[in-house]
């Protein structure tokens, strides 16, 4: 069965740093989604990056840029020059078929 | 159209009460998910339509729990004879076949 794993539960960084939020996934496809989504406090959840696996080149959006590692199974989210409005939860889910598989989260916190 | 909305926001019943909770999805999507999150952790898949076709449900969920989709358009998820355990957040996302999905932000249930 597929696994996403978050290790990290809460990062914090200074505004205007620069963090990166850890993935790691488990399947034996090859052909398949990873994502980025973000979730702040009381607001739904928004897509923040996509990956598809076929695809060696890393995805980037604006300030968020994802390191995908396929051998690794490793998937992780930079977020350049962080802002106030970057905090949240953010989730890694990886997709095959039909279904989102999901990590546990990892919290981030902007210092200002 | 603006989004996923879903109603109510919050619901708190004893146990033993049946909820139901409604999603209207995005006018032109003709897939819609719901998920179950917990505090902590990423969602856990629950079931989804293809229109009006129940496509997957997942193990998760019991017998207690229907889920009905009937002109493909809003859906609404019924948990009877609830239970502490189902207290949690349902989340609901549509998509228009396996591209981006938007979701709503979510009905909390509490279950006292």
């Known amino acids: 069965a597929q696994t996403v794993t978050q290790s990290q539960p809460e990062m914090s960084v200074q505004e205007a740093e620069t963090v990166t939020l850890s993935c790691t996934y488990d399947t034996s496809e090859s052909d398949y989604y990873l994502f980025w989504y973000k979730q702040p406090p009381s607001r739904q959840m928004i897509l923040v990056i996509r990956?598809?696996?076929?695809k060696q080149q890393n995805a980037t959006e604006n300030r968020f840029s994802v390191n995908f590692q396929k051998a690794a199974k490793s998937f992780s989210l930079k977020i350049s020059d962080s802002q106030l409005g970057d905090a949240a939860m953010y989730f890694c889910a990886y997709r095959s078929t039909d279904q989102l598989i999901w990590g546990a989260g990892t919290k981030l916190i902007i210092k200002p | 159209d603006t989004g996923v909305s879903q109603d109510p926001r919050h619901k708190i019943t004893k146990r033993g009460q049946n909820v139901t909770f409604r999603c209207d999805p995005i006018?032109?999507?003709?897939?819609l998910y719901w998920y179950r999150q917990t505090l902590g952790q990423g969602p856990e898949f629950l079931t989804y339509?293809?229109?009006?076709?129940?496509?997957?449900k997942s193990r998760l969920l019991s017998d207690r729990f229907s889920a009905e989709r009937p002109k493909g358009s809003f859906s609404t998820l019924e948990i009877q004879r609830t239970e502490q355990g189902d207290s949690a957040m349902y989340l609901c996302?549509?998509?228009?076949?396996?591209?981006?999905?938007?979701f709503g932000e979510g009905s909390r249930l509490t279950v006292l």
């Open positions: 006018s032109e999507h003709n897939r």
């Open positions: 990956q598809e696996a076929y």
């Open positions: 996302a549509s998509s228009f076949q396996d591209g981006e999905l938007f």
């Open positions: 339509f293809q229109n009006e076709a129940q496509l997957e």
